[in-house]
């Protein structure tokens, strides 16, 4: 075992012990009052390569709460594990299809000679749709859903206009290569 070194938080007494006892409630040595070994996490360096000459200090009362407390065993952590991966799955499957539907109605709409004001509401209100969605399942309440709600429809639409000006971009790549 390795020896680790701190100072008492009493008396400031330094003191080097063996690290077992990290964690550990000690007599001090110096003023014999009753503290507690830093944790061995305290003695990893934080930075490699950079030397400390930082010493730490013991606790006088045992840290607040275990590492054991309120922790799950394997099988149950893989119980909630699946539990909360197919709610977030079945949850964002309507976001996904309001982020597509648009633009496969504003497809539909042009060949059949649809008039572009019916494709700009469609975005919009799609883009709404999508805003205050994210806002209900980000559990925002009160003025914040209402707030939230419109943040996340004007980022929705922006994102509707670069995926569009994309397209449109790509689309016209693929024309001037087809008539070369």
Not at 129 to 148: H, Q
Request: glycine share 8%; hydrophobic share 50%; aromatic share 10%.
């Amino acid at each position: 075992m390795s020896e680790i070194k701190f100072i008492c938080p009493h008396c400031s007494q330094h003191i080097a012990c063996d690290e077992i006892y990290c964690g550990e409630e000690i007599i001090c040595p110096g003023c014999a009052k009753k503290l507690f070994v830093p944790e061995r996490s305290v003695f990893v360096p934080l930075h490699g390569g950079n030397l400390t000459l930082a010493v730490p200090v013991a606790r006088k009362e045992p840290p607040s709460t275990s590492i054991g407390q309120g922790a799950l065993s394997e099988n149950e952590w893989h119980e909630h594990a699946s539990q909360t991966e197919g709610a977030s799955a079945a949850r964002l499957l309507p976001l996904w299809i309001l982020l597509v539907l648009p633009f496969i109605l504003a497809l539909i709409s042009m060949t059949h000679r649809g008039g572009m004001a019916f494709i700009q509401y469609l975005f919009i209100v799609c883009s709404v749709c999508v805003g205050f969605y994210l806002a209900l399942i980000r559990k925002k309440t009160g003025a914040d859903f209402v707030l939230m709600g419109i943040l996340y429809s004007i980022a929705a639409f922006v994102s509707y206009i670069i995926v569009g000006v994309s397209l449109l971009f790509v689309g016209c790549l693929v024309v001037l290569s087809a008539h070369k």
